[in-house]
C-alpha cells in the first residue's frame, strides 16, 4: 500500500472522531466557565470592584455582562445551541481577562499567565468555524451539519 493510499485510509477512519471530539471539547469548555461563571454570580459587587481596582470601566455593568455572558456560555455549550454565536463574546471575556489580568504574568498558567485563557479561545475559535458537531441542538434545529 503506497503512503499516500494509507494516509487517506487512516484520515477517513479519523473523521468518525470529530463528532465525539467537538460534543467533549464543548463540554470540557462549558465546565471549565462554570466555577468563574458561579464564582462571579455569589459575589457580583466584589468581583465589581475588583475589576474597577484592575482598571475595567463601568466595573458593575462589566461584571454582570462577563457573568451573563459566562453562565449563558456554560448553557448554550452544554447543549451545542448557537455555539458558534456563542463563541464570540467568550472569546472577548478571554480577551479581557489576559489584557486586564494574566498578560503581565507571562504565559505560564502556573504563574496565572495567559495560557489557559488563550486554550479557551483556541476552542472557542474551533466552535465558531466548525460547529457544534453531529451532537448538538445545532444539528437538529438547524442542520449544521459540522
Same mark, same amino acid.
Given at each position: 500500500?503506497?503512503?499516500?493510499?494509507?494516509?487517506?485510509?487512516? /484520515?477517513?477512519?479519523?473523521?468518525?472522531?470529530?463528532?465525539?471530539?467537538? =460534543?467533549?471539547?464543548?463540554? $470540557? @469548555? *462549558?465546565?471549565?466557565?462554570?466555577?468563574?461563571?458561579?464564582?462571579?454570580?455569589?459575589?457580583?459587587?466584589?468581583?465589581?470592584?475588583?475589576?474597577?481596582?484592575?482598571?475595567?470601566?463601568?466595573?458593575?455593568?462589566?461584571?454582570?455582562?462577563?457573568?451573563?455572558?459566562?453562565?449563558?456560555?456554560?448553557?448554550?455549550? /452544554?447543549?451545542?445551541?448557537?455555539?458558534?454565536?456563542?463563541?464570540?463574546? =467568550?472569546?472577548?471575556?478571554? $480577551? @479581557? *481577562?489576559?489584557?486586564?489580568?494574566?498578560?503581565?504574568?507571562?504565559?505560564?498558567?502556573?504563574?496565572?499567565?495567559?495560557?489557559?485563557?488563550?486554550?479557551?479561545?483556541?476552542?472557542?475559535?474551533?466552535?465558531?468555524?466548525?460547529?457544534?458537531?453531529?451532537?448538538?441542538?445545532?444539528?437538529?434545529?438547524?442542520?449544521?451539519?459540522?
Amino acid at each position: 500500500m503506497k503512503l499516500k493510499e494509507f494516509y487517506m485510509d487512516f /484520515t477517513h477512519v479519523t473523521d468518525f472522531f470529530k463528532p465525539l471530539s467537538l =460534543l467533549f471539547a464543548r463540554l $470540557i @469548555v *462549558a465546565y471549565g466557565f462554570y466555577t468563574p461563571a458561579m464564582n462571579k454570580w455569589s459575589d457580583i459587587e466584589g468581583i465589581a470592584e475588583w475589576f474597577g481596582s484592575i482598571g475595567i470601566p463601568f466595573p458593575l455593568l462589566n461584571a454582570y455582562m462577563a457573568a451573563s455572558t459566562e453562565i449563558l456560555g456554560v448553557v448554550l455549550l /452544554t447543549f451545542g445551541l448557537f455555539t458558534r454565536a456563542i463563541s464570540l463574546p =467568550l472569546i472577548v471575556v478571554m $480577551i @479581557v *481577562a489576559i489584557v486586564t489580568v494574566h498578560l503581565p504574568n507571562g504565559f505560564s498558567a502556573g504563574d496565572n499567565g495567559f495560557e489557559i485563557p488563550l486554550y479557551y479561545m483556541l476552542f472557542l475559535f474551533i466552535f465558531v468555524s466548525n460547529g457544534a458537531g453531529k451532537f448538538s441542538l445545532d444539528r437538529l434545529l438547524f442542520g449544521d451539519k459540522n
